[in-house]
């Protein structure tokens, strides 16, 4: 009797896992970041001496100062948006699932790191354990690494409890009313197209994830339906966010393109590339663009610089005025409620 008393006041752990962000906007910092990250093997999938003459030679030393910059610009009071979003995720998320839960937050890269915030579900005798990547499209280079970091850590336990690795929720309905909503709370209409920009991959990562080597790449619109031989195809993940984007807002099929930013090196990466459809749009005479970027639950550098900075200065010089960025998810009460939910589901 005792034994099941026990049990019954054990709480299930939850480990929500965003990308990472720099401890602060320094260089220091930002290089520290910028080598933890672009060391994964998981990110720059080639060899390990050409990746580390590559990282620690020329990006980090060099990119630093200039990411350190940006980093400036788009710190708050509260730091990061990305981490202080993250937080107030994590608290929400706590307050309605109550006792029976233990609920963490972790980054990928720098901290609060995975090894610590496990530690604290470990030391909290949780009886098993939800991992919750907070990116709504499969990548290896992005929740595949947190599966990685999170089994490895996990492995060093003696006592291994029960894990439930979330793979993906690219259409979940829930997500997909939210990004719609903030949408027309900018009065989408209005504008001349519509742009959904997810972050970009190296195409020989999509080849890698195609385990019958029959599929991916070997046709034009291999990514614009989901099935099940490309169910985890990041490209095709996206696309498919785009559809029920599209269907909830009512576009027409010459009102929006789907595009790829962030694009790191020479390699080709996932087309199109964003800024090519910024010249696209330009030249068909747009001067207003709206741009969702579903590949983010979290705004960030690559939502509130490359997009509302970056594009828009590209595009007011090819005659453009107006490049508007949709907000993302961030701590919204009903992106907290449906993090809670999706929780409960796999409880």
Known sequence: MSHQTNMEKSKIGVLLVNLGTPDDPSRGAVYRYLKQFLLDPRVIDINAIS???LVRGIIAPFRSGKSAALYKKLWTDEGSPLKFNGYKLTEGVRSILGNEYHVELAMRYQSPSIEASL???RKAQVNRIIVFPLFPHYASASTGSVHEAVMKEISKWQIIPEIHLINSFPTRPEMIKIFADEGRKMNYKEYDH???SYHGLPQRQMRKGDITNSHCQRKVDCCKELTTINQFCYSAQCY???KALVEELGLKENQYTTCFQ???GRDPWIQPYTSDILKVRADAGDKKLLVFCPAFVSDCLETIIEVSEEYYEEFHEMGG???DLVSSLNNKPEWIETVATMIKELS
């Open 51 to 53: 990746r580390n003459l």
């Open 240 to 242: 498919a966010t785009t």
């Open 119 to 121: 530690d604290k579900l």
């Open 321 to 323: 005025e107006k490049v």
């Open 194 to 196: 519509i742009i959904f």
């Open 262 to 264: 962030s694009r790191l």
